[in-house]
């Protein structure tokens, strides 16, 4: 359905990956394409001009609306393009939605209006009730325009293989311009819907050019899903925490100190002097255990200041944190914690079944596989698998990105399961307010959890009794002074506790199998990118 | 229940309101409950050493667990105190929670220990089974501790009206201390839980002592209360939107130009070059509208640089916000959020009874009164009742802070509701992006809702088409490049969209009258305050 024009790229960001004399060859197809639509745009006002001049038989039943300025209650019930079923035939209905495409063919229009990811064939054909001038209005109104349409619902008896709605038509008796785009689109939302992996000449579209104009991005089914799927997680757990007697609590983004250690932390003016903004909620989410609240939760933004231009970092992310006091030792919380995460594959799999299966149209991927009961490795274990393989991996040393990478593959040849938890973390690559293992010096009560061989959070029980806590933190470095009300938290009695922050974006992406975090980030910040 | 030292002042916070001649009183009073208690340790210390010479029939029944490190787990199934019921008379049970107050004299010894908001008295009587040294060894544990009881529920004759259990008690067998409190408390938490208009001699906490011991702080009652009401809200919030096709989304906290203005807006270093923390998620939100989600919410922090010292501002706030496509007038998103709110106090009033009154035993307030349906007014209806009462309002001018409480109280008095909608604020008195009105170029299509006089919310229709956007940028002397994105958002179509924010604190204070906002914040942050 895609017109002449539509096959030839845009100047914005495509241009990056092509050689001199590609650019050259775009460049005169440009040239060629801007006169003829010159010569079209002319000889479309002639034939305007003398359209005008018969009698408009559709006069009053297209048109521009003008501004929608809240003038008046019009009595008119929208159908959505999502509801209209066959049982609809010979119905009239109003749709308002975008104008996906359009082609005109001397007396015949078609034209597909697209609302979020559910598209409708709509017809205008010039005849009694349809003038020829009304058929010329619909040829000129933009792509990506809101458009009003009443007409017909009809059964057709060819499927229309390029609409969701593929069983029915609408026979279109008027149209009216609701907010008209610019003729000329940064990116064709076709282009930005397409596989990277497609192996047709057909242009996709970069990242960058994506992000730059991301609310044009924004409109393709993909991102349509990714951000369905991404409240799901967040309702899942939500729903999940809740009903186990968590309590959402909200933690300050903005503190006095830089309270986990110093470096990757963004520097904030306020008033006279400095602030900085939170790297976690932990340090809150404690005090709050401390402060008799028992089982919390919370969703919010963290800011990490690292210089990582990589797929999976980002300066500012959605923390999905909790954090619960336990009776005598931390796999309580362990097993709510990854009781929790089984539970949100289940319910994505379960209600968002189209919407992964959109995404992966565009981002080919795996199933997700999972367990019925979260797998939890020790550390040791880890280090053995990766040994049997070949690799490298000290039994006190962190897991390098390229081994978590592998053990996630060889866990889930051996285990069958994307989602597994690493349990007993070396203490020296911890922060100072792990917990350290009662029984063998070189571990801690701390753990990560990974989807397909990428961490997605990072946990332990901590420490809460403050004499140890000021050991330790000396034992790292860390300046007292500047962790005062933190370790005072702590000296009037606090339950034994243990919890964990989520990345969100990182589970969306790793759920999907999309292979970047920006695409899981309605506007994602990087060390690069702070706009849109 | 009290005993003699309690009755004490803390040094920390309430110094400030007193006379020097009180100050040197209590100073006495201090050295003399100073030299006491030293005097009561030597002579326990003495006893311990006799009892220590005695046969101890309570041994293993008694003692610390030491620092829980997560090396067992126990197989302890505790009750919580909340659930303890006459039916479990004459059974045994394990309760952790914290030693409130205990009060020993003799051979008898009387504790409440308490979870949360619920209390219950425990008994121990030196006898066949509980030793003396039992007795000392309880005496001992500093109130706040977190403690293990063993123990027979016993119904009582008499109602023990110092608990939240007043029918049963529990006769203690062991005790175990989980996590001990310091033996000097910078505050009570029966201080803290007083209301300030108590007309007995006893002490309240100023509010600065309060957060500045927080976690003690939020032990009592009411914190615990407001913290329940507070995600409740939340919860409200989502459930009713969630169910009308709002779907969530995260917008950034860091933004690359002040865009609404540039006053009262934090600065971050970004790297190598500066950023600002953003004021509201606004322009985001219209962005996803242009970006087809049609209706959205988020619940997230908003940072205001305002050197405001008020009861109702913070730096640091939650917003919940949300944004609405609609099809030809504003009033159809007027209508979802004043429903929305409307639902939310039914939510409250419904479900969070027992935490209301909570909060209303220490801050009293009038039950908070609102409509079957919003009241909406005009501004100029609003006017016209400040005019009636004798008061100077301008048509085009902004409420002040006092015509507003005033125009509150008015509104209260004639329409019977605590909860109202204003519409149509000066178009001079908004911000660039407000629609104005079509039919009166001194309004615009703009709302403030407001709760016992107090504006808890600030919406609008926002313009929609990009050249009107620009002309009202450039009449309010925005600079365009900062906006270009922003403005680029509804280059391609952007159906007509109204909003607003609420301020989630805020809304917490004013429903439940507490007159504080940072009472109504876990750790409120203000112009003076970024500890804990």
Redesign the interface.
Known sequence: MATEAESIPEASGEEKKLSKKELNKLEKARKKAELKAQADANKAQEEAAAAAAEVDVSEGHYGTYG????????D?T?TNVADLTEALDGKEVWL?G?LHTSRVKGKTGFIVLRQ?ISTVQGTVFVGEAISKQFLKFVEKISK???IDVYGLVKKVDQKIASCSQQDIEVAVQQVFV?????QR?PLQIEDASRSADDSSDLVSVNLDTRLD???????TPT??AI??IQ?GI??SF?NHL?SRGF??????????AASEGGANV??????KRS?Y?AQSPQL?KQ??I?????KVYT???V?R?E?SNTHRHM??F?GLDLEMAF??????VVEVIGGLLIDIFRHLQTNYGSEIEAVRKQYPSEPFLFTEKPLILHFTEGVKLLKEAGVEQGVEEDLSTANERLLGKLVREKYKTDYYILDKFPLAVRPFYT?????DKRFS?SYDMFMRGEEILSGA?RI??PD?LIERAKLHEVELPKIQ??I??F??????HAGGGIG?ERVTMLFLGTGNIRLS?????D?KR???
Chains 1, 2 share one sequence.
């Open positions: 501004l929608i300025q809240s003038t008046e209650r019009k008119i929208f308002r975008r979020q990506e325009s809101i609701v907010s008209a785009a610019a689109l104009n991301r609310v044009l991005d924004l409109r991102s349509q951000f369905k409240a967040c309702e939500r809740a309590v959402e609590i909200h933690t300050p983004k903005i503190i006095s963004f520097e904030v003016s306020y008033f602030a903004l809150y005090m709050a401390a402060g008799d609240f028992n969703i919010g933004s800011f200041a210089d300066t500012e959605i009776s005598f030792h931390y796999h309580e917990m350290p293992d009662p029984t009560n029980q809460h009794d140890l009300a933190y005072d938290a000296k009037y009695g606090c339950p034994p969100l980030s309605l506007f994602p910040r060390p702070l706009t849109p």
